[in-house]
């Protein structure tokens, strides 16, 4: 039972357009929403995250947006660059067996062309 | 500041061998996490620990286990190896809570078992 899915394998835009992740779930009990970034060979890395009593976060050219009757969220990346290219992870927060932990989704690969 | 550390990074186990990975972090974090990264499937959590000295099971356990005997490391071994259980783990840590910039990932290993 997938908790938290990202529906897109993979996703191409072209440098200096905007590029759109998206990412549903399922348990309206999370409670926060987190955006990793992984390159190749590297552990994830913390991009931005948004609280489930904020609609919209938004740091530098990334900006993540939750529609909480959707149970959808989604991460804008604008403008988008080379170095944007890597697989991008959704995450939910919530408590299960009296600890908080992340749920992941199953990552988007991000590809920036020149 | 070395943030997380995971050794091996590297390992090939035949079927039936027995292994430990080491995860250890500097951040006085409370909480630890093994994940494995599998195609297609996201990071799933096999074993979590709240404290020293605490472990619990996380969404897929079976063949794994680990220790918490000090605050800044985590084990996870495999008794008998199977090649199901080739994959790239990733150990995590966090503070109480994961509200902010959630978890501090290791670089990942990458087992491979033949």
């Known amino acids: 039972d997938q908790q938290v899915k990202q529906n897109s394998p993979s996703l191409s835009v072209q440098e200096g357009r905007i590029s759109i992740l998206n990412c549903d779930y399922t348990?309206?009990?999370?409670?926060?929403f987190l955006w990793y970034k992984k390159y190749p060979a590297e552990g994830p890395t913390f991009l931005i995250s948004?609280?489930?009593?904020?609609d919209k976060n938004e740091d530098g050219r990334f900006t993540v947006f939750l529609n909480k009757s959707a149970k959808h969220l989604s991460l804008h990346i604008v403008p988008s660059q080379p170095g944007d290219s890597a697989v991008y992870f959704c995450a939910a927060s919530g408590v299960a067996q009296g600890a908080q932990k992340l749920v992941f989704g199953q990552g988007t690969r991000l590809t920036i062309n020149p | 500041n070395a943030g997380v550390t995971q050794t091996p990074k590297f390992r090939v186990l035949k079927t039936g061998q027995s292994m430990t990975l080491l995860c250890a972090q500097d951040m006085n974090h409370e909480y630890m996490y093994w994940y494995r990264q599998d195609p297609g499937m996201g990071l799933r959590l096999i074993h979590y620990?709240?404290?020293?000295?605490?472990?619990a099971k996380g969404e897929v356990p079976d063949g794994y286990n680990v220790s918490r005997l000090k605050k800044q490391n985590f084990l996870l071994g495999l008794e008998s190896a199977a090649p199901s259980q080739t994959s790239v783990y990733f150990c995590?840590?966090?503070?109480?809570?994961?509200?902010?910039?959630?978890?501090?990932f290791g670089s990942g290993t990458r087992l491979t078992v033949v």
């Open positions: 995590a840590s966090s503070s109480l809570t994961v509200y902010g910039n959630g978890y501090t």
């Open positions: 620990s709240v404290g020293e000295g605490t472990t």
């Open positions: 348990n309206s009990m999370f409670d926060y």
């Open positions: 948004i609280s489930s009593i904020k």
